[in-house]
């Protein structure tokens, strides 16, 4: 009986040693991507974002001059026309 206990205590080690393995594994695996996800984040989604806020501002700063442009010219052509 006393080898049955011997062999119990070295199978749960063993298995502790596994456990402690294998969990050390996966942390390192799960640090690994998050840095991985954080570096794709900060070079790449914010700066897309950051692009698409100052492309969307840019287009409406000169949709909206173009537009007034566009009056004035259809203004003067209109004019234009009616002198003759």
């Known amino acids: 009986m006393g080898n049955r206990g011997e062999a119990s205590e070295l199978e749960f080690s063993t298995l502790s040693i596994?456990?402690?393995?294998?969990?050390?594994g996966i942390d390192v695996l799960a640090r690994l991507m998050d840095d991985t996800a954080q570096d794709?984040?900060?070079?790449?989604?914010e700066p897309l974002e950051t692009?698409?806020?100052?492309?969307?501002?840019?287009?409406?700063?000169?949709?909206?001059?173009?537009?007034s442009l566009w009056s004035m010219y259809k203004e003067a052509t209109i004019k234009k026309q009616?002198?003759?």
């Not at 456990?19 to 050390?24: A, K």
């Open 18 to 24: 596994a456990i402690t393995g294998v969990r050390s």
């Open 40 to 45: 794709v984040v900060g070079d790449m989604i």
């Open 51 to 67: 692009y698409h806020k100052h492309y969307n501002d840019d287009s409406k700063e000169y949709l909206s001059k173009s537009s």
């Open 82 to 84: 009616d002198a003759r």
